[in-house]
């Protein structure tokens, strides 16, 4: 069994808001001690951390606190965009250990450091999950350095927000709260974890087989030049397609070699960073191999809100036999309001589909998950992470 509940306060004092968000949490749990609090908070609360770590573990009894700050937070009760909001989510279960870990330095310092911490954790069930600062951490080369093959350990979660400049944004472990870096936790025990990944993308045309390409340049699609099939793919677009998507084309990688059939959420995006029409090549910002599909699409409000319920709804009959114990969601800065034009799209679909699961997470500045079994950095994704106890 595991017991989780999730609470959250609005109150501007940092000692009310994160002893009322614990207390609800601790009710909604039914428990009166927890082994984990994860604390998601807006950065009006940062200058008094000290205060918030003293609230969180007088009301929990729980040493191992782990979070960080986010420009909007969330829980199963609404995303809070644009206004102070503290989220806390306890835990407490003989079935699900944490490790809780921090690190300093640059992107392969730190993922050394992560592989030292965990090693010795690491079980079949694994689930690494990791709040970075962007400021001094590359998301696309830490996931290298932590290690892609999500086959092993799937790495979820997202890089650190705060104000709207940038400036301002922390995470924090136990009694400390620190800049650059990473803090994250290890999740081990007997638990089973569903990971569902929407990028917000209109698939345009049919998936293609990449025929020639050498590092980040495709030269053939389907034994055609590469911008030739460029070029048929933008002629199925109508304008209102185009006006709604800002005019930028993505290209989206299947990852998964034996999947030769992929839909969304089994393509990994990427942005098309250059044309070469002497080669009719195409350059996108990721590796490419021969024999891999590969489909353009295009981000837009409606593709985010089909895609995202195609998602969950796929998740959530995954899971129709043994309800989650908890969820986490990790949302991209680009998405919410800012998206769809209307507070609380993504939570509402969660909640729809997974009533009265608690739930937790923040708005961050990268997203982590992985695609066709191996771990990567995103961006413009909303990220849910499923934990069901075996």
């Known amino acids: 069994m595991i017991h989780v ?28 001690k927890a082994d984990l609090a994860i604390v998601f908070a807006t950065i009006n609360y940062q200058t008094e951390y000290e205060d918030l770590y003293q609230a969180v573990q007088s009301n929990s009894s729980c040493d191992e606190l782990i979070g960080c700050s986010g420009m909007s937070v969330l829980t199963s009760a609404g995303e809070f965009e644009e206004e102070p909001a503290l989220a806390v989510m306890v835990i407490r279960s003989e079935q699900l250990s944490a490790v809780s870990f ?37 998301p696309a080369e ?25 400036a301002q944004m922390y995470h924090w472990k136990g009694e400390e709260a620190t800049e650059g870096g990473l803090t994250g936790i290890l999740l081990t025990g007997d638990f089973n974890t569903e990971i569902g990944v929407a990028q917000g993308c209109q698939p345009i045309g049919r998936p293609r087989e990449v025929t020639r390409a050498e590092g980040r340049v495709i030269f053939e699609l389907d034994g055609e ?11 199925l677009l109508t304008q209102d397609d185009i006006r709604r998507s800002g005019g930028t084309v993505f290209v989206g990688i299947a990852m998964d070699p034996e999947n030769k059939n992929p839909i969304r959420g089994d393509f990994l995006i990427r942005n098309l960073v250059g044309i070469n029409e002497e080669h009719a090549a195409l350059a996108v910002s990721e590796e490419v191999t021969e024999g891999q599909l590969v489909q353009f699409h295009l981000r837009n409000p409606n593709a985010a809100a089909d895609e995202i319920q195609a998602i969950i709804t796929q998740l959530a009959e995954k899971t129709r036999q043994h ?16 998206l769809y034009g209307a507070a609380n799209h993504d939570i509402g ?16 500045n990268s997203e982590f998950a992985p695609i ?19």
Do not use: W
């Open 323 to 338: 309800s989650p114990a908890f969820g986490l969601y990790f949302n991209c800065l680009g998405r919410g309001k800012g």
């Open 142 to 166: 830490l996931v290298k350095h932590i290690g892609d093959d999500g086959t092993e350990l799937p790495v979820v979660g997202a890089a650190v927000s705060g104000d709207a400049t940038g």
């Open 225 to 235: 030049p590469a911008l030739e099939n460029f070029k048929g793919a933008l002629q």
């Open 372 to 390: 066709g079994g191996r771990n990567f950095a995103h961006a413009y994704t909303g990220v849910f992470v499923l934990c069901t106890a075996n």
């Open 102 to 138: 921090s690190a300093q330095g640059t992107a392969a310092e730190v993922g050394e450091q992560i592989q030292k911490d965990i090693q010795q954790e690491l079980n079949d069930d694994s689930l690494l999950v990791i709040f970075p600062d962007v400021r001094a951490v590359n």
């Open 349 to 364: 679909v969660i909640q729809e589909k997974f009533p009265g699961l608690p739930v937790i997470g923040f708005f961050g």
């Open 5 to 32: 509940g999730v609470g959250h306060s609005q109150s501007l004092s940092t000692v009310e808001a994160a002893a009322r968000a614990t207390l609800m949490a601790m009710g909604n749990a039914g428990i009166a």
